[in-house]
């Protein structure tokens, strides 16, 4: 589960929008044409564009502060009223003379979008603005943890202003997160990261995505000439590709969609909070992979809380127990894509009747790195090992019963008497196992850098609760 121990503040700088609905039904066509007529009931507004970032990083607890230009008309003053009521400081925001504050309307019946009009400026903001942009992020940038750029390429983040912020971000030490925009890239060189989804990446980088060798070239190439320290590429159901110093990737979760509809939106705020409250970079776009699929399954620009993100990771832990029983090969992959900072920990055993001596030894072992897997002795192994009396449980049952543990990430059933192959192939960090073999040789030692003896709970263990059964 997460946990936001304390709310980030955060800067956002961007394309400030309203996204404006209106509500209705339909049961006829037109006769004055051949398009639909829609009987409206209803009509909201929110939050757009770098304001869905903000609406999405308010909901997940942080601190916003807004710097933007947006025009001096009647819409800028909703937007306003918008942004007050969410509790967010506006004293960075700017008003220019003859620019549009955007507005974007969308018709919807039954839930459908029949058409959607723009009242936009798409032009750049006046030198004049950029300047006093760059002063008063310049003066104010050492008061946030970090600062968001969410660039719709409506005209506020300039090649020369994008450059400067990202200058002043790095020369205080921020973090710069930037969901980009257009096919040239150069003024966001030097940023912490940028979030292009396939599509952007492709253009971007002038290769042609179509699987993992081409994903994997594009993104280092971003990556490189950049001289970004992430590039995290969105790739809808196929989950997200992270960049560090190899490509990782991140499988989708599964989740009935209704509305993609600033679903980018969430991942730059929900990567914000995780890396404003110390997340490393595969928490945090964990997190935001499971704020995406909050808010995909709501209609329109929708944001996520901590609580839903929450009630969704334990939604998906209830129907996802079994998943985790995976076999060897299978684990191998995903343990060479996790990368060097994640530090991996096996231990081994039969687990046949699952006691309190058990739980808190897999407690004590998953506190040792980053993710535990549990090699489980099969049912012909239990037998060679302990008896044709044993187990109790069949291996299914064991590792059903196992998965259900949060601190268990993966079990993987093995049939031989050890499990020196298995660890063989896995390569962990980490070997964990109990102190009673303390001046024995612990089997696999060779193949791992650490191996880790831990205290057992007196007095517990299967045979002796076996026994007392039998003895009713």
């Given at each position: 589960m997460y946990k936001?121990?304390?709310a980030p503040k955060i800067l956002v700088v961007g394309d400030l929008m309203i996204d404006h609905y209106l509500w209705g039904s339909c049961e006829r066509i037109s006769p004055e044409a051949p398009v639909q007529v829609v009987d409206i009931k209803n009509e909201t507004s929110a939050l757009g564009g770098a304001g869905n970032v903000i609406s999405n990083l308010v909901s997940l607890g942080a601190d916003v502060d807004v710097a933007s230009v947006i025009g001096d008309d009647e819409t800028k003053d909703i937007l306003v009223e918008m942004l007050k009521k969410l509790g967010v400081g506006t004293h960075m925001l700017l008003f220019e003379n003859g620019r549009k504050t955007?507005?974007?309307s969308r018709i919807m019946a039954s839930h459908q979008q029949i058409v959607r009009y723009d009242y936009e400026s798409k032009n750049d903001i006046s030198?004049?603005?950029?300047?006093?942009?760059q002063k008063a992020i310049?003066?104010?940038?050492?008061?946030?943890?970090l600062i968001l750029l969410s660039d719709y390429a409506k005209g506020v983040l300039t090649t020369e202003?994008?450059?400067?912020?990202?200058?002043?971000?790095?020369?205080?030490?921020?973090?710069?997160?930037?969901?980009?925009?257009?096919?040239?890239?150069?003024?966001?060189?030097?940023?912490t990261l940028i979030t292009p989804n396939k599509k952007e990446?492709?253009?971007a980088s002038r290769i042609k995505i179509t699987d993992d060798k081409s994903l994997k070239i594009a993104g280092e190439k971003l990556k490189s000439e950049l001289k970004l320290d992430f590039v995290i590429v969105t790739l809808s159901e196929d989950g997200m590709a992270i960049f560090d110093k190899k490509m990782t990737k991140i499988p989708t979760i599964a989740r009935e969609v209704y509305d993609v509809t600033g679903a980018g939106d969430t991942v730059l705020a929900a990567l914000g909070i995780g890396l404003g409250s110390g997340f490393d970079i595969y928490k945090a776009v964990l997190f935001a992979t499971s704020a995406a699929a909050v808010v995909v399954a709501k209609l329109g620009s929708a944001t996520a809380s901590i609580d839903e993100i929450n009630r969704y990771e334990n939604q998906k832990l209830n129907s996802d127990i079994e998943s985790k029983i995976i076999t060897a090969n299978e684990l191998q992959k995903i343990f060479e894509h996790k990368g060097e900072k994640t530090k991996t920990v096996f231990t081994n055993g039969c687990f046949d009747i699952l006691h309190a001596g058990h739980i808190k030894y897999l407690q004590k072992a998953k506190n040792l790195g980053s993710l535990l897997v549990v090699g489980l002795n099969s049912d012909e192994s239990v037998k060679k090992l302990k008896g044709s009396s044993r187990p109790i449980n069949d291996e299914r049952d064991r590792a059903v019963v196992l998965c259900a543990l949060?601190?268990?990430?993966?079990?993987v059933i093995f049939n031989e008497e050890t499990p020196y192959r298995l660890i063989q192939q896995l390569k962990p960090n980490i070997l964990a196992k109990g102190a009673d073999y303390k001046g024995r040789e612990v089997v696999g030692s060779d193949l791992v850098k650490e191996v880790v003896l831990i205290d057992f709970v007196e007095n517990k263990s299967t045979t002796n609760i076996i026994k007392r059964i039998q003895n009713q």
């Amino acid at each position: 589960m997460y946990k936001i121990s304390k709310a980030p503040k955060i800067l956002v700088v961007g394309d400030l929008m309203i996204d404006h609905y209106l509500w209705g039904s339909c049961e006829r066509i037109s006769p004055e044409a051949p398009v639909q007529v829609v009987d409206i009931k209803n009509e909201t507004s929110a939050l757009g564009g770098a304001g869905n970032v903000i609406s999405n990083l308010v909901s997940l607890g942080a601190d916003v502060d807004v710097a933007s230009v947006i025009g001096d008309d009647e819409t800028k003053d909703i937007l306003v009223e918008m942004l007050k009521k969410l509790g967010v400081g506006t004293h960075m925001l700017l008003f220019e003379n003859g620019r549009k504050t955007a507005k974007k309307s969308r018709i919807m019946a039954s839930h459908q979008q029949i058409v959607r009009y723009d009242y936009e400026s798409k032009n750049d903001i006046s030198i004049e603005n950029q300047e006093r942009l760059q002063k008063a992020i310049g003066n104010t940038v050492l008061e946030y943890d970090l600062i968001l750029l969410s660039d719709y390429a409506k005209g506020v983040l300039t090649t020369e202003l994008t450059s400067n912020i990202i200058k002043i971000a790095k020369e205080n030490g921020k973090l710069t997160l930037i969901d980009p925009k257009g096919e040239d890239y150069s003024k966001y060189r030097g940023a912490t990261l940028i979030t292009p989804n396939k599509k952007e990446a492709s253009i971007a980088s002038r290769i042609k995505i179509t699987d993992d060798k081409s994903l994997k070239i594009a993104g280092e190439k971003l990556k490189s000439e950049l001289k970004l320290d992430f590039v995290i590429v969105t790739l809808s159901e196929d989950g997200m590709a992270i960049f560090d110093k190899k490509m990782t990737k991140i499988p989708t979760i599964a989740r009935e969609v209704y509305d993609v509809t600033g679903a980018g939106d969430t991942v730059l705020a929900a990567l914000g909070i995780g890396l404003g409250s110390g997340f490393d970079i595969y928490k945090a776009v964990l997190f935001a992979t499971s704020a995406a699929a909050v808010v995909v399954a709501k209609l329109g620009s929708a944001t996520a809380s901590i609580d839903e993100i929450n009630r969704y990771e334990n939604q998906k832990l209830n129907s996802d127990i079994e998943s985790k029983i995976i076999t060897a090969n299978e684990l191998q992959k995903i343990f060479e894509h996790k990368g060097e900072k994640t530090k991996t920990v096996f231990t081994n055993g039969c687990f046949d009747i699952l006691h309190a001596g058990h739980i808190k030894y897999l407690q004590k072992a998953k506190n040792l790195g980053s993710l535990l897997v549990v090699g489980l002795n099969s049912d012909e192994s239990v037998k060679k090992l302990k008896g044709s009396s044993r187990p109790i449980n069949d291996e299914r049952d064991r590792a059903v019963v196992l998965c259900a543990l949060g601190f268990v990430d993966y079990v993987v059933i093995f049939n031989e008497e050890t499990p020196y192959r298995l660890i063989q192939q896995l390569k962990p960090n980490i070997l964990a196992k109990g102190a009673d073999y303390k001046g024995r040789e612990v089997v696999g030692s060779d193949l791992v850098k650490e191996v880790v003896l831990i205290d057992f709970v007196e007095n517990k263990s299967t045979t002796n609760i076996i026994k007392r059964i039998q003895n009713q």
